[in-house]
């Protein structure tokens, strides 16, 4: 994306649109800050609709409510958070505060307060798994048409709240297989791709670098 791109997406040239922002930072970090506070605004409403569960129900319905009004045009669309560490600094640090900020309000939709005292460590592994799929639910909703959005929503939260095994079903994890084997000398060009995946998914495109990418293998680029 540039400012040239947007600036012909509403007609004005690059000179109009500077005159609101100098730099696509400026306004790729004010979209980060709208769409915060418009999922932020969802967020509060859920937190006032009873205990946790009722709370989470609440959240997912509004999130794909506010979704299904995108697909019909009755909602601007907000913006992917995935590449929200592609942000660098200073815009960086205008936009984490808020994110921050909408994550802890999710952290008060699945639990009550003396649960996030006595365990805080599980309650944010619960809000992460909430967010996380509802924020990534933009890729895969378009599959679906705008009136089948209540029936996907249902399933949503059933896997959310009851997990995949079926009733009464002795569902254990099994712990993976370790290669005892010592990881040979030189890295082959395999070794490279799970390295590369892990930092680009941490830290996005931006962010991962081949130098990085070598000094997780402890090699030379």
């Known amino acids: 994306a540039t400012l040239a791109d947007v600036a012909a997406e509403v007609d004005l040239n690059l000179t109009s649109i500077r005159h609101y922002f100098q730099r696509k930072e400026d306004l790729v970090a004010a979209c980060f800050l709208r769409s915060t506070d418009v999922l ?11 205990p ?8 997912v319905h509004r999130y794909f409510e506010v979704r299904r009004r995108i697909r019909i045009g ?10 929200l560490r592609s942000l660098a600094e200073p815009y960086a640090g205008k936009v984490w505060p808020a994110f ?14 003396e649960e996030i ?3 805080r460590q599980r309650v944010n592994a619960r809000a992460r798994t ?30 959310l709240l009851n997990g995949l095994a079926a009733p009464g ?8 297989h370790i290669d005892e084997e010592e990881p040979p000398a030189k890295p082959s060009r395999d070794a490279f791709l799970p390295a590369a995946t892990r930092l ?9 670098s081949v130098e990085r990418i070598a000094k997780m293998l402890n090699v030379t680029k």
Request: no cysteine.
């Open 169 to 176: 079903v002795d569902y254990r994890v099994r712990a993976a």
């Open 200 to 208: 680009i998914n941490h830290q996005g495109y931006r962010g991962a």
């Open 40 to 50: 932020a605004t969802q967020v509060e409403k859920a937190r006032r609709a009873g």
């Open 117 to 119: 005292d006595k365990d």
């Open 52 to 59: 946790p569960e009722a709370r989470v129900r609440d959240l």
């Open 74 to 83: 009755e909602h601007p669309e907000v913006i992917i958070f995935g590449d």
């Open 100 to 113: 921050v900020s909408l994550f802890r309000q999710v952290r008060d939709v699945v639990a009550e307060p």
């Open 130 to 159: 909430l967010a996380s799929q509802l924020m990534r639910s933009v890729f895969w909703l378009p599959e679906y048409e705008p009136g089948e959005f209540d029936r996907v929503e249902l399933r949503f939260v059933d896997i």
